[in-house]
């Protein structure tokens, strides 16, 4: 058996794949289809790649094994993670079309679920403790993404208005987002998402942020994100990509248990949103009976 190590590269899986495939004629069939089809196998479940390569599944499961995981699934939140950056909108469409004799719902939950697991461990981490101090300080805190990746700030931005003053979502083409620079760096943290696709804008204007001396702290999903060199304390959360479109459910789940974090360390909070509910009710936000 391989010992199971994170492929970071293709030729690091390639390497792996070919230990294994030493080991029966079966093992180098499944090695060699998945050398050539590694962008496609994210969108099938264990059933559908036996199915392609006209093997059993159990010869399947005992392969994934073998290369050290505890099973397909394991293997797959470990590949989605390589290739994420690489697949275009066309590409997930058409794989995602090509692969539909499994129910592609129990493979998309499998791989999230597990990626829900990884939180605890992420949660232990030094980068995590300078992310949640970011939150914790006095100094106004600016939510900057861009693209799909900057869907995530409404919601992050919501509960941290409620939560404590001088926090702003800051988007491309945006005048905030133009005049970000000209604040002082002492002044301001940065806290930056980047997800797959990594979009350029955000590169760039984090480069331009560090360079200026400003404090950034960056959510992404892999130590090799563009943002990761660009950040004084960087979070790996993953994201799940055999579905024609990003999942951000785990990202979103943690930065709900950062801030829930947070508020275990905001004495003012309790008052805080006493206040926010008060005015909620004399402008009749929300509906009642």
Same mark, same amino acid.
């Given at each position: 058996?391989?010992t199971?190590?994170?492929?970071q590269?293709?030729?690091?899986?390639e390497?792996?794949?070919?230990?294994?495939a030493?080991?029966s004629p079966?093992?180098?069939?499944?090695?060699?289809?998945i050398?050539k089809?590694?962008?496609?196998?994210?969108f099938m479940?264990?059933?559908?790649?036996?199915?392609?390569?006209?093997v059993s599944?159990?010869?399947?499961?005992?392969?994934?094994?073998?290369?050290g995981?505890?099973?397909?699934?394991?293997?797959l @939140?470990?590949?989605?993670? $390589?290739?994420?950056k690489?697949?275009t909108? /066309?590409?997930? +469409?058409?794989?995602s079309k !090509?692969?539909?004799?499994?129910?592609?719902?129990?493979?998309?939950?499998?791989?999230e679920?597990?990626?829900m697991?990884?939180?605890?461990?992420?949660?232990?981490?030094e980068d995590?403790?300078?992310?949640l101090?970011?939150?914790?300080?006095?100094?106004?805190?600016?939510?900057?993404?861009?693209r799909?990746?900057a869907?995530?700030l409404?919601?992050?931005?919501?509960?941290l208005?409620?939560?404590?003053?001088?926090v702003?979502?800051?988007?491309p083409?945006?005048?905030e987002?133009?005049?970000?620079?000209?604040r002082d760096? @002492?002044?301001v943290n940065? $806290?930056?998402?980047?997800?797959?696709?990594? /979009?350029?804008? +955000?590169?760039?204007k984090? !480069?331009s942020?560090?360079?200026?001396g400003?404090s950034?702290c960056?959510?992404?999903?892999?130590?090799?994100?563009?943002?990761s060199?660009?950040?004084?304390?960087?979070v790996?959360?993953?994201?799940t990509?055999?579905?024609?479109?990003d999942?951000y459910s785990?990202p979103?789940?943690?930065?709900?248990l950062?801030?829930?974090d947070?508020?275990k360390?905001?004495?003012?909070?309790?008052?805080r949103?006493e206040?926010?509910?008060?005015?909620e009710?004399?402008?009749?936000?929300?509906f009642?009976n």
């Open positions: 058996m391989v199971k190590k994170a492929f590269s293709v030729e690091e899986l390497v792996m794949l070919m230990q294994v030493k080991e079966i093992y180098r069939k499944i090695a060699l289809y050398e089809n590694y962008l496609r196998i994210i479940t264990a059933n559908e790649l036996a199915e392609k390569m006209g599944q159990g010869s399947v499961s005992r392969f994934f094994i073998t290369l995981y505890h099973g397909y699934n394991e293997f @939140r470990n590949l989605q993670r $390589l290739v994420s690489q697949l909108a /066309p590409q997930r +469409l058409q794989y !090509e692969n539909h004799q499994d129910n592609p719902l129990r493979t998309i939950m499998d791989v679920l597990g990626n697991d990884e939180l605890f461990d992420i949660m232990q981490g995590y403790d300078k992310m101090q970011m939150i914790l300080s006095a100094k106004p805190l600016a939510l900057i993404s861009a799909m990746s869907t995530i409404p919601y992050v931005g919501y509960i208005h409620k939560m404590r003053p001088d702003s979502t800051v988007v083409d945006t005048p987002w133009e005049a970000l620079e000209l760096p @002492r002044q940065i $806290l930056a998402v980047a997800f797959p696709r990594y /979009p350029n804008v +955000l590169i760039r984090c !480069e942020l560090k360079k200026k400003f950034i960056a959510l992404t999903d892999s130590r090799f994100s563009p943002i060199d660009l950040a004084n304390g960087c790996l959360v993953s994201v990509t055999s579905s024609l479109f999942i785990t979103i789940a943690f930065f709900n950062l801030l829930r947070a508020a360390q905001m004495p003012e909070l309790e008052s949103m206040k926010i509910e008060e005015l009710r004399r402008d009749n936000v929300y009642t």
